[in-house]
């Protein structure tokens, strides 16, 4: 099984600030990773697939690079309505993993 | 738009099984995988596994030998059957469709429903 390691477990900063969130796999899931954002009481929603494409409706603030083991996600700006939990996920294998998730908190 | 609604029971003693269904609405069933996926605090977000309107499944081998999905596309519903649960199934059940652009993620959800076991 492929574990996602996401990092830091909480990242503490203020609106309009710059976003850099990490996901590294045990082993090399080449592009196919995304990433979900889930906020309190809510279901995850997709954000980027394989890697860097965004959903249809996600803004362009968010975007997602890497391949291999090593993955980002950058909020560009950070808006309001943009502090939740990230969690991404690998579909290199079976079974389907998710990281633990990184909590973006207003500081 | 797609819509998705999980059902059942919230409390379930322990080494029973619970069984949840997953209610479609807004689009059919047919032509797409449909997947449960759960989250507890103590394991995160875990997938269950999937099954196509075909009724053919994949499961997470961690799962595998509790697990049953099943599909009935009269009604526009699958449903979860999962058995000898234990406090470690305690979670909140999530039913969700696979992105139609790339198979294996999600782009719609159901609200999820709390499954407790508890005696």
């Known amino acids: 099984e492929i574990v996602l390691t996401q990092s830091p477990a909480t990242l503490s900063l203020s609106p309009g600030e710059r976003a850099t969130l990490s996901c590294r796999a045990s082993?090399?899931?080449?592009?196919?990773l995304a990433w979900y954002q889930q906020k309190v009481g809510q279901a995850p929603r997709l954000l980027i697939y394989?890697?860097?494409n965004r959903a249809t409706g996600i803004p362009a603030r968010f975007s997602g690079s890497g391949s291999g083991t090593d993955f980002i996600l950058t909020i560009s700006s950070l808006e309001s309505e943009d502090f939740a939990v990230y969690y991404c996920?690998?579909?290199?294998?079976?079974?389907?993993?998710f990281g633990g998730g990184t909590k973006v908190e207003i500081k | 738009q797609v819509q998705l609604q999980e059902s059942g029971p919230g409390l379930v003693k322990p080494s029973e099984t619970v069984s949840l269904t997953c209610t479609v609405s807004g689009g059919s069933i047919s032509s797409y995988y449909w997947n449960w996926i759960r989250q507890s605090a103590g394991k995160g977000l875990e997938w269950i596994g999937r099954?196509?309107?075909?009724?053919?499944?994949n499961y997470n081998p961690s799962l595998e030998s509790r697990v049953t999905l099943s599909v009935d596309t009269s009604k526009n519903q699958f449903s979860l059957k999962l058995t000898s649960v234990t406090a470690a199934d305690t979670a909140v059940y999530y039913c969700?469709?696979?992105?139609?652009?790339?198979?294996?993620?999600?782009?719609?959800w159901g609200q999820g429903t709390l499954v407790t076991v508890s005696s």
């Open positions: 099954i196509y309107s075909s009724g053919s499944t």
């Open positions: 082993q090399s899931v080449s592009s196919y």
């Open positions: 394989d890697a860097s």
């Open positions: 969700a469709r696979e992105f139609t652009a790339v198979p294996h993620y999600f782009d719609y």
């Open positions: 996920q690998q579909r290199r294998n079976w079974p389907l993993t």
